[in-house]
């Protein structure tokens, strides 16, 4: 059944957009053109379009209204080795993760603390998470956090780890992120 006073689903500029896409197989830079190029007046047929980019979203696990889009969760592991701070994930353009867990398994020999950071790269602040002084230790997020790409160089988000001291060995950093956009 077709949308109530919508057109026919054959002359939907979603439909035709996107009809050669299988549906698992739809991007979020799919939808992000198609939602680019229209306009937010919602006349002329563009209300109906906007449930079926969302219907679609939905069908296909590319966008989520209760959280995060299963098979998206990945862990990071990182192998902090030097003192100094680097960059452990950076979110690709215009999708936003939850970062849900993170810890460390390894901790060298003397070191004086690993930290977990989020840095703008755009005006070249950072806010810190949590710090650790001991390994086998997980970082306290405290609340939900969120991060997001922009796409433009110089300035997304990027999670960072870094660590002082000195020591001999590694550290592994092991970060939980799952997709909600």
Do not use: H
């Not at 689903?9 to 939808?31: A, C, G, M």
């Not at 003397?110 to 602040?125: A, E, F, G, M, R």
């Amino acid at each position: 059944m077709t949308l109530p006073f919508a057109d026919k689903p054959e002359s939907s500029r979603v439909y035709q957009d996107l009809k050669t896409k299988v549906l698992q197989n739809l991007t979020p830079s799919d939808f992000d053109s198609l939602k680019a190029s229209m306009f937010s007046e919602g006349v002329s047929g563009l209300e109906d379009e906007y449930r079926r980019l969302l219907l679609l979203g939905l069908a296909s696990d590319k966008v989520s209204l209760s959280g995060p889009i299963p098979g998206t969760f990945q862990v990071i592991e990182v192998d902090v080795n030097n003192p100094t701070t680097f960059v452990a994930f950076a979110c690709p353009a215009n999708e936003v993760y939850q970062i849900v867990a993170a810890g460390s398994e390894a901790f060298a020999t003397n070191q004086t603390y690993l930290i977990l950071k989020i840095k703008d790269l755009s005006n070249n602040k950072s806010v810190r998470i949590d710090n650790i002084g001991t390994g086998n230790r997980d970082f306290d997020l405290n609340e939900p956090i969120y991060i997001t790409g922009t796409g433009t160089l110089g300035s997304e988000l990027l999670l960072q780890a870094g660590a002082t001291g000195t020591w001999s060995g590694s550290n592994l950093v092991q970060i939980g992120l799952v997709r909600v956009r």
